[in-house]
């Protein structure tokens, strides 16, 4: 299908009338589901496919040095390409996790970093829940774990970045790629440019976090 290309939906007006759907929703910074159900979409082919909105969220652990913690995609959107770590709000028997816990679990499953984070780090939310995002509507590949989304679905990725501030130098820790990560990095952020990352809101999403780094962190 012309529309579908590596799993990913990349025909516009289809991308448009997802979007607009989703932002119909007013789902806010706190979705109260992991997955929901949009409903049914038209397809440019003449058929019509289950719709859902799934929500993830996005860490973005900084320095005292103005760097960043990256790692490299392992799979599509933009396998091989930088990204934040991140992933998916998990749904355990009912109740849907939190943003900024779901950003703390990836940072650590993708990058190897202290389960400790937490505990010593400042966290902040860097902006709020963006739901515009037409270059990350998926294709399901099989049925997904946890939610109601089957193989053929459709669905949408909603993403909020949540700071981390992690005083000193990153590049002293030990990190290590895990999960769907390829490779870490530590990079500087004024090295980085939008045609590196494999979604373009990441680079938007460091910077609002830097811009909305605590005074007491700077």
């Known amino acids: ?28 910074d706190a979705p109260d589901q992991a997955a929901h159900d949009l409903g049914v979409i038209a397809l440019p082919d003449g058929g019509s496919a289950k719709l859902f909105a799934r929500h993830a969220a996005d860490a973005v652990l900084l320095d005292d040095r103005d760097q960043v913690v990256l790692i490299t995609r392992r799979h599509n959107p933009g396998s091989g390409k930088l990204a934040l770590p991140g992933g998916f709000l998990d749904d355990v028997d009912g109740v849907v996790e939190d943003g900024l816990t779901a950003a703390l679990r990836e940072a650590v499953e993708e990058t190897g970093i202290s389960a400790k984070l937490r505990t010593w780090c400042t966290t902040f939310a860097a ?20 939610t109601a989304v089957k193989k053929g679905d459709i669905f949408t990725v909603s993403t909020q970045g949540f700071g981390i501030h992690v005083p000193g130098d990153l590049a002293a820790l030990p990190l290590a790629a895990g999960d769907d990560a390829a490779a870490v990095h530590v990079a500087r952020i004024a090295d980085l440019q939008e045609r590196m990352f494999a979604v373009p809101d990441h680079l938007p999403i460091i910077r609002d976090a830097l811009a909305c780094l605590p005074r007491s962190c700077r």
């Open 127 to 146: 902006g709020p829940r963006r739901f515009d995002r037409g270059f990350d509507i998926r294709a399901a590949w099989n049925d997904i774990a946890g």
């Open 1 to 28: 299908m012309a529309f579908i290309i590596d799993h990913m939906i990349v025909d516009p007006a289809l991308q448009a009338a997802i979007i607009a759907r989703v932002l119909a929703q007013n789902f806010g």
